[in-house]
Nanobody, 118 residues
Framework: QVQLVESGGGLVQAGGSLRLSCAASGRTFSNYVMAWFRQAPGNEREFVSVISRNGGSTSYADLVKGRFTVSRDNAKNTVYLQMNNLKPDDTAVYYC???????????WGQGTQVTVSS
C-alpha cells in the first residue's frame, strides 16, 4: 500500500476556490491510479474524480464536472484537486485514494475538511 496525506481543506464562501493536495509515499506513485472521494455528514462516501497513472485521462462525477480539475505531478508524488465555484453542497470531508491498475482502492488518506458557507 501507499501512504497518503491530504491537505488544503478549509472554510470558503460559496463561489470561492480551494486546491487540495494529496502527498504519497512508500511506493512508486506513478504505478497508481489516483482518485478523490468525499463524504458529507449522514451521507455515504461518493466518487468525485479519478486520474490515470500518467495523468493523461481523467473523469469526474456529474456534480463537479466543469468546476473541479484533477491533476498529478509524478515527480512530486502528489495529486491535486482544484475546486472552483464551490457550493454549500460541496461541504464534505475529502479523501484521496490509490489503486493499482487492476486493483481496488486499498490506500486512503485521513481526509481533509472542506466547508463552503452560503
Amino acid at each position: 500500500q501507499v501512504q497518503l496525506v491530504e491537505s488544503g481543506g478549509g472554510l470558503v464562501q460559496a463561489g470561492g476556490s480551494l486546491r487540495l493536495s494529496c502527498a504519497a509515499s512508500g511506493r512508486t506513485f506513478s504505478n497508481y491510479v489516483m482518485a478523490w472521494f468525499r463524504q458529507a455528514p449522514g451521507n455515504e462516501r461518493e466518487f468525485v474524480s479519478v486520474i490515470s497513472r500518467n495523468g493523461g485521462s481523467t473523469s469526474y462525477a456529474d456534480l463537479v464536472k466543469g468546476r473541479f480539475t484533477v491533476s498529478r505531478d509524478n515527480a512530486k508524488n502528489t495529486v491535486y484537486l482544484q475546486m472552483n465555484n464551490l457550493k454549500p453542497d460541496d461541504t464534505a470531508v475529502y479523501y484521496c485514494a490509490a489503486r493499482l491498475l487492476l486493483g481496488s482502492y486499498d490506500s486512503w488518506g485521513q481526509g481533509t475538511q472542506v466547508t463552503v458557507s452560503s
